[in-house]
Structure formats: C-alpha cells, structure tokens
C-alpha cells in the first residue's frame, strides 16, 4: 500500500481529541461578508444530523486559499485569524490549509476534471495529469495527518468522497488504533471505465485501508468488489458475502448504505405557522398554476438539468397545441452555482440560461 508523505501530525490538546471525526473536502461552513455561515448540501445536512450531540470533529478545508509563503502543514481549529469560528453547534472544526495552485490541481483538475466524469458515466472525458496527481496524493497525506491529530485513542473517523480516495490507508499507516470508514457519495463505475485510470490501482489500496467501505447503491458496491478482485486478487470471506479478503489477510466490509435528508427536520419546518402564507404568495408569484414542478439541483453535468428543461418545453408545446392561452403549468428550476472555475461548468451554465430563455420565449 501507498505510504504517506512525510507530514508532521500536529500536536492536539488531549481534551479537544474526538471520538468521532468526520473528514470531508469541505467544512460545513463557508463565508458570508466577514461571517459564517453553514453551507448547504446534502453531505452537511445529513452528517450534521449524525454529529449533533456527540462529541466530534469535522476536518475539512474552510475556502481560503493560504500564500505560498506559510507553511501549509499547519493545522489547527483555527479556520483562519484569532477570533472566528471554532465549533459548529458543538462540533469541532479543524482547518485544513490549501494553497492557490493545491486547489487547482487537487480539486479542479483530479477531484473534478478526472474523477468526476469518469465516475459518471465518462458523459465527460477525463483528463490526466500526473503533476496533478501528484498534488492530490500529497492533500490527501495532510487530510490524514488533520484527521489523526484530531482523533481520540481508539476514535472512529469517517473520510468522505472522491476527492480522498487515497487517505483510509495513509491514515491507517499514522493511526492504526481508529476505526476507518469511508462513504462515496458518487457511483462508483464498471470495469470498463474505471481501467482508463492511469492510477487504477493505487485507488485501491487506499479505499481499503479502510475498515468500512459504504456507497450509495448497490450497483457501487458490485463494482468495487468485482475491480477489487481483479487488481488487487481480493476474495469474498466464505463466512460473510458482504465482507472482502485482501492477499494479506486484513478484511473490509463492503455495503451499501443510501443517504437521506433530514425527514424530521423537513416535517416540522412544513408545520411552521408561517408556511400556508408563504406557499401563497409563492403561487400568487407564478400567476396561481394548477401545477408546479420544483427541482432543486447543484448546477452541474451530471444533474439533467438540460434535458429536463428540453422535457418540460416539450410538454408546453404539446399541452398548448390549439389553445391559445398558456398552460396552467410551471417550473422552477433552482440551480446552485458551483465549480465555476472549471470549463465544463461555464458551459453548462450558459446551456441552461440559453433554454430558460427559449422556453420562456416560446
């Protein structure tokens, strides 16, 4: 297995240790003017539900890109100057620091140039850059070094998505005494896709330095077990179907484990006092319709933001065929803007303004 590069772990005050650590690319909040604020997403919602009233840790990078001149193997609860947030609803925050050119290579180029199309689909093409992977081995080594500092003796840290595929076993290397998990909140491809990755296998080893390996359907989980096999020569336990064997006797239990909101939050926040009369000013917004359709999506590819656009427009044109008025229908689209810097996002942005107008125009 891939070792970590050399990273000091940085001292933690004993107290501040958490028994559960959550590590994902971001921390659940971003900035607002000169505040904080939670951010949102479906990964904060549902692990800020798991981590309320424990004692835990999220380690995650605050937005801020670092100077080249400080020294990015810094961490700390800090997100940034003396005086800003610490804690989130009781929940330790510990900073990860990037620098302009990590965040690029790390996040725009691997994360999301590489790992994102080709896990879906490949509906994009992949582009591979070994400088770039380079970066991405060396952020995923500090995210560890993050996580191991913050963690409890005997701890249990649960690292999420594809921009740390390689941190369960650089972090098993600085702490084997935790317990790993690791979720994936994207498919995870077929055979045939994932071999166009130049660093197919080095993936691997470090998905299953793993205790747990969680995805969010079952088809994730069936490709996995069938790459694993083939390139790392991994069998299934005869004791347990869900439970991986490795050529060198450790085991990682693969399942799958479907994400969800809130539902109790998202029940009682629909019986607040004040819902019926926003719900009809809303309506009284869209000019009353018999039917709304919402979507709520992040302004990405992979979301059919596009096709369904092109659906509902079809839908206009052969509902109002002989009527002169319009149909009683409406969509509203809510798009969250996101990865702007990054090629395939602009156009899909501009794709998506171009069809709002034609449909509103027709």
Do not use: C
């Not at 080594?141 to 191991?148: D, Q, S, V, Y």
């Not at 330095?209 to 299934?236: C, H, M, P, T, W």
């Amino acid at each position: 297995m891939p070792s970590a590069v050399a990273i000091d772990v940085p001292p933690v005050d004993d107290a501040r240790r958490s028994d559960l650590v959550v590590v994902a690319n971001r921390l659940p909040v971003h900035r607002v003017g000169d505040q904080w604020a939670t951010s949102p997403g479906g990964l904060v919602r549902a692990m800020m539900g798991v981590l309320s009233g424990r004692k835990g840790s999220w380690v995650g990078w605050n937005g801020d890109t670092i100077e080249p001149a400080q020294d990015p193997h810094t961490f700390g609860p800090d997100l940034a100057e003396a005086g800003d947030l610490h804690d989130l609803d009781g929940i330790e925050l510990v900073a990860v620091p990037l620098s302009s050119d990590e965040f690029l290579h790390h996040y725009e180029r691997i994360s999301n140039g590489a790992l994102w199309p080709l896990f879906h689909d490949a509906i994009r093409d992949s582009i591979f850059d070994p400088e770039s992977w380079a970066v991405y081995r060396e952020v995923n080594a500090r995210f560890a070094a993050a996580a191991a500092g913050a963690a409890a003796p005997g701890a249990t840290i649960w690292i999420h998505d594809y921009h740390l595929l390689l941190m369960p076993a650089m972090l098993r290397t600085l702490r084997p005494d935790v317990s790993i998990g690791f979720f994936l909140h994207i498919p995870f491809p077929p055979q045939e896709l994932f071999m166009r990755m130049p660093w197919r296998e080095e993936i691997l080893d470090g998905l299953v330095g793993a205790d747990l390996l969680g995805f969010q359907r079952s088809v994730g989980a069936d490709n996995f077990v069938a790459i694993a096999k083939r390139l790392l020569g991994a069998a299934e336990s005869d004791a347990d179907p869900d439970v991986l064997v490795l050529p060198n006797g450790r085991t990682v239990r693969v399942g799958t484990f479907p994400i969800s909101i809130d539902s109790g939050e998202i029940a009682s926040m629909s019986h607040q006092s004040d819902i019926p009369e926003r719900v009809r000013r809303l309506r009284n917004r869209l000019g009353n319709p018999a039917a709304i359709f919402l979507g709520v999506d992040r302004l990405d590819y992979t979301k059919g933001i596009d096709l369904r656009l092109a659906s509902f427009g079809d839908l206009l044109r052969r509902r109002s065929k002989g009527v002169p008025e319009n149909p009683d229908v409406v969509l509203v689209q809510i798009a969250v803007p996101g990865r702007e810097g990054v090629d395939s996002y602009v156009e899909e942005r501009q794709t998506i303004e171009r069809l709002v107008g034609e449909v509103n125009g027709e």
